[in-house]
């Protein structure tokens, strides 16, 4: 069975920590995404990556960062976490390629700053 | 601006009875398309996508219709069941023109409830 797996699916952190977000896939997929879920505002992609080491942001991307070192791996990284950071935060991960655009994701990290 | 998903937040349908899921999009070159399934603590899953060469697809169960004049998309799954209590997303594949990198982006949701 594919799998993503999210480190954590639940996080309690304080203001100004800085936080950690690993995702991991088995799929040897080229293209790994980091989208955040609130209530009535759906999915919104804060970064994605299509290769090793390249990055693009997504439609919200301040107060975040990433990390893909590795293909399998993909780390959003918080560096001051606040407190409208608190949300779910879903990594997926998807083939390269127009018209493949199926993601498969993790079962979330739910962060709460405090 | 560009919107993908004015869904209506909620739907809820009787045991049996079909439903129809739908998402309005702006973006007029948009050429593919997607539903989500999300159940209660899972991330997202895949129910069906659609081309823009296309106006209907067929899955077990579910269809989806596109009408790109109006832009719109629906999903239809018939003989809705209980296990099909979950939030549907529809997605729209954009391309970013510098990199030809491929992401969903996607709508706001709608919660569909079955009612035994």
């Known amino acids: 069975d594919v799998k993503v797996t999210q480190s954590s699916r639940y996080l309690v952190k304080r203001t100004g920590e800085k936080v950690f977000l690993e995702c991991v896939q088995d799929?040897?997929?080229?293209?790994m995404f980091w989208y955040r879920q609130d209530p009535g505002l759906g999915l919104r992609l804060i970064y994605f990556?299509?290769?090793?080491?390249?990055?693009e942001k997504g439609d919200i991307p301040e107060g975040y960062s990433v990390s893909r070192e590795k293909k399998e791996r993909f780390s959003l990284i918080l560096e001051s976490a606040s407190t409208n950071q608190t949300s779910m935060y879903l990594c997926?991960?998807?083939?390269?390629?127009?018209?493949?655009?199926?993601?498969?994701f993790g079962e979330g990290s739910r962060l709460t700053v405090l | 601006g560009e919107s993908v998903g004015l869904h209506l937040p909620t739907l809820s349908v009787q045991e049996g009875d079909n439903s129809i899921i739908n998402c309005a999009y702006s973006?007029?070159?948009?050429?593919?398309f997607i539903w989500y399934k999300q159940e209660s603590g899972k991330g997202p899953q895949f129910i069906i996508d659609?081309?823009?060469?296309?106006d209907k697809r067929q899955g077990q169960r579910v269809t989806v219709l596109l009408n790109k004049t109006v832009k719109h998309l629906s999903l239809q799954i018939a003989a809705t069941q209980p296990g099909d209590s979950a939030v549907y997303f529809c997605?729209?594949?954009?391309?970013?023109?510098?990199?030809?990198?491929?992401?969903?982006?996607f709508g706001t949701g709608t919660r569909l409830t079955v009612i035994p």
């Open positions: 990556s299509y290769d090793v080491k390249m990055k």
């Open positions: 799929m040897d997929h080229e293209n």
């Open positions: 973006n007029s070159a948009s050429d593919y």
């Open positions: 997605a729209e594949q954009r391309t970013l023109e510098t990199t030809g990198a491929n992401n969903l982006f």
């Open positions: 659609i081309r823009s060469n296309m």
């Open positions: 997926a991960s998807g083939e390269a390629g127009r018209l493949t655009g199926e993601l498969f």
